[in-house]
């Protein structure tokens, strides 16, 4: 239910670094994608650890320019080489943009030969998800989502729910503080439920997601704020907190429309699809 995120960590050391951290303290769950470049510090930190690879889950994501029921194999294997891995755990499609139901294919025949163990989607809006779901032979097992106290996405939640579809959150503490233009680590309302509980902030947000079964991948390079976010196990938020909570809500991404005709364009430009060297 508690992963690490590697997104913009920095260089391959540093990911191996960040990531031997959170082995060490615990954590048995890490999420990379190819565009990220942490793919080959992951492997090198599993490696340097002496953990089985049968112990740790690892979900990573294909490229928007290899999304094609040709390119995404190669690019899956590419992948494997980086991880220095025989299989993934989850592979996901990481937007949904250009030849998505091709690479879907292609995708679902690595499933089958063992190579990743599951299969799911990113970024998807409910109507994409249940298209896909109804006219694929294998249905997205994972859909990974934009969602936090100030974007509670119910509706898609609710469809992902009707499916059995596993709802991932990024950016469960949207932009962090206030001067980044997100405002959930100094909520002055998250504040005093942090108080009541003894918590932190970020602790109070990810026991919030998780209670509503709700898969959360926090990212710190810092030890102590690993341990921190790992330790949600031991309270529960009660109604009132939740009902603070739900007041919240400002319904809309705190970073893009996902459905904007340049979001898109960009996602598909030579900024985007750069692959790590």
């Not at 139901?101 to 679902?108: E, K, P, T």
């Not at 319904?251 to 996902?258: A, E, I, Q, T, V």
Request: charged share 25%; proline share 3%.
């Amino acid at each position: 239910m508690v992963g690490i995120g590697t997104f913009n960590i920095g260089s391959t050391k540093e990911v191996q670094s960040a990531i031997e951290s959170a082995l060490e303290v615990g954590y048995r769950h890490i999420d990379t994608a190819q565009r990220y470049g942490s793919e080959e510090g992951i492997g090198a930190a599993l490696k340097a650890s002496g953990i089985k690879r049968e112990e740790v889950f690892i979900t990573t994501k294909l490229l928007p320019r290899f999304a094609n029921e040709k390119d995404a194999p190669k690019a899956f294997e590419d992948s494997l080489k980086r991880l220095q891995s025989d299989f993934v755990d989850l592979f996901l499609l990481h937007w949904d943009v250009n030849d998505t139901y091709g690479a879907w294919r292609a995708m679902s025949r690595l499933h089958k030969e063992g190579k990743t163990r599951a299969l799911g989607v990113c970024n998807f809006s409910a109507d994409r998800l249940v298209d896909f779901c109804l006219n694929n032979e294998i249905k997205p097992a994972i859909n990974q989502v934009e969602f936090s106290p100030l974007y509670q996405r119910s509706d898609l939640q609710k469809v992902m729910q009707e499916y059995g579809v596993k709802l991932v959150s990024w950016s469960s503490f949207g932009r962090g503080r206030t001067g980044l233009a997100g405002g959930v680590l100094d909520n002055p309302t998250l504040a005093k439920i942090a108080k009541k509980h003894n918590k932190s902030i970020a602790q109070i947000v990810l026991r919030w997601l998780i209670e509503q079964d709700i898969i959360v991948l926090p990212k710190t390079t810092k030890k102590e704020r690993m341990v921190e976010n790992i330790s949600i196990f031991d309270f529960a938020l009660d109604s009132d907190d939740k009902a603070q909570i739900a007041k919240l809500n400002k319904g809309k991404s705190l970073f893009f429309d996902p459905q904007d005709a340049k979001r898109i364009e960009w996602l598909n430009s030579d900024e985007y699809n750069i692959m790590p060297s």
